[in-house]
Structure formats: C-alpha cells, structure tokens
C-alpha cells in the first residue's frame, strides 16, 4: 500500500510564501515523476509543477518565476516553494507520483490535498 500526504497550506498574505510538502511512503520500489496539482472552486484541476527523476522541471506559465519544484529522493518526498503570492493562486493543492510498487505495480498515486488560500 503507497500514501501520499502533503503538508504546508494554510492562509498566507499576498506576497507572501509558503512550502509544501508531499511525502509518499509505503510499498515503493522506485518513483519516476512527481508532481503538484491544483484545483480552484468552480476550475479543473491543472498542473502547478512536474518533475522527473532526472530532474528536469516544468511550470504552468502562471507560476514561472514564484513557485519551485524540488524532490528529495532519500526521503520520496516532494516540494514546493511558493513565493510572490497571489489570490489567483488559491486553491486545493494535491501531489502525485508516478511509482512502481515492491510488487511491481506501475500506477500514479494523488495525495488528498491541502488548501492554500491568498487573502488580506
């Protein structure tokens, strides 16, 4: 069994930062691409940031320049540093990961998700 729990949301001023956290634990043999999702009230979710194991990142255009993606491959944990924020950016973040079990399952697990929310 794999669980993906993301931590770090909360209320934050515009301008302001924070960091999530997405750890994933359990019965992994190895994870190809991590990544952070979201999902505002009345939106589809879209993708926020991916990264592969080799390391090349990717952004929504919305997000180039404030957020960053970052993993710790020791820990199968994945970040997300995110500055310089704006209202549009409230909404439910979730991770994923793109894994293969001890048991040699291929599937992309989601974690539940945390809110952030940009207000003053």
């Known amino acids: 069994q794999v669980q993906l729990v993301e931590s770090g949301g909360g209320l934050v001023q515009p301008g302001g930062s924070l960091r999530l956290s997405c750890a994933a634990s359990?019965?992994?043999?190895?994870?190809?691409?991590m990544g952070w999702y979201r999902q505002a009230p009345g939106y589809q979710r879209e993708l926020v940031a991916l990264?592969?194991?080799?390391?090349?990142?990717h952004y929504a255009d919305s997000v180039k320049g404030r957020f960053t993606i970052s993993r710790d491959n020791a820990k199968n944990t994945v970040y997300l540093q995110m500055n310089n924020l704006k209202p549009e950016d409230t909404a439910v973040y979730s991770c994923?990961?793109?894994?293969?079990?001890?048991?040699?399952?291929?599937?992309?697990?989601w974690g539940r998700g945390t809110q952030v929310t940009v207000s003053s």
């Open positions: 994923n990961a793109h894994l293969m079990t001890m048991g040699g399952t291929v599937y992309l697990y």
């Open positions: 359990g019965s992994i043999f190895s994870i190809n691409a």
């Open positions: 990264i592969p194991s080799g390391g090349n990142t």
